[in-house]
Structures are given as structure tokens and as C-alpha cells.
């Protein structure tokens, strides 16, 4: 009797942890925007001190990319987004490591900026998608 008093009466769910509005690829975005404009600028300098400044902060802002993809990953996409678009989990782990050392974390070269963008661009596109739904 006394559990069925204390049992709920209404169940909720919900596919999000938070209301989705605090989701959003365009954190990723933004911070690859700005590692890929970083290593720009780190390619049109000759002055040392500059440019080990552009690799500390192209490291940091490409560590944000990961965390921001892995709050969508973890936090926001769900079983069925998973299951309707089956490439998202490759898509995201390429994306982070796209972000990582082997991606703009290593490299100064802007093609790697734009690398991670291209992949982000698919994963909004998903995103948005399942946002409709």
C-alpha cells in the first residue's frame, strides 16, 4: 500500500537531459571557425613568439570543438537518432578526432580547419533534422 502511494502518478521522458534549446552544433562551429582562422593567421606570420601564441590557442579551441560535439553526442542525439542516420556515430568520431591531435589539435594547416567544419556542417544537418521531428 505504501509504495503505491509513494509510486508516481504520471510518468514524463523526454529526449533531451535540458529543454533542447541549449543544444546546438553551432558551438562546435564557432570554435572551428576560429581554429581554422588561427591557422591562417599562424601561416601569414614570421614572428615566432606570434605563432607559438596561434598553436596554444588553436589547441584550446580545438579541445572546446570536442567537448561541444560530445555534449551532442552523449547529451542530445538519442537511440532513434542513431538509428535513423547509422553514420552519425562514425561521423562524430571522425569530427572529434578531425579536432584532435591528428586533425587541428596537430596541425597549423588550414585545410584541417576546414576539414572539421565539413564534418560539423553534416552533423548540424542531422541535427536540425532530428529537430523537426
Not at 26 to 51: F, G, L, N, T
Not at 99 to 111: H, L, N, Q, R
Amino acid at each position: 500500500m505504501l509504495s503505491r502511494i509513494l509510486s508516481p502518478r504520471l510518468e514524463a521522458t523526454a529526449h533531451c537531459d535540458l529543454p533542447c534549446g541549449v543544444y546546438d552544433p553551432a558551438q562546435a562551429r564557432i570554435e572551428a571557425e576560429s581554429v581554422k582562422m588561427i591557422q591562417q593567421k599562424y601561416q601569414d606570420s614570421d614572428d615566432p613568439e606570434y605563432r607559438t601564441r596561434a598553436i596554444v590557442i588553436a589547441e584550446q579551441r580545438s579541445e572546446l570543438v570536442k567537448h561541444h560535439l560530445w555534449v551532442l553526442w552523449t547529451d542530445y542525439f538519442k537511440p532513434p537518432h542513431f538509428e535513423k542516420y547509422p553514420q552519425l556515430h562514425e561521423l562524430v568520431n571522425k569530427a572529434t578526432k578531425a579536432a584532435g591531435a591528428t586533425g587541428t589539435k596537430g596541425s597549423m594547416d588550414p585545410a584541417t580547419g576546414q576539414q572539421l567544419l565539413d564534418y560539423i556542417a553534416e552533423i548540424d544537418k542531422i541535427f536540425w533534422e532530428t529537430k523537426q521531428g
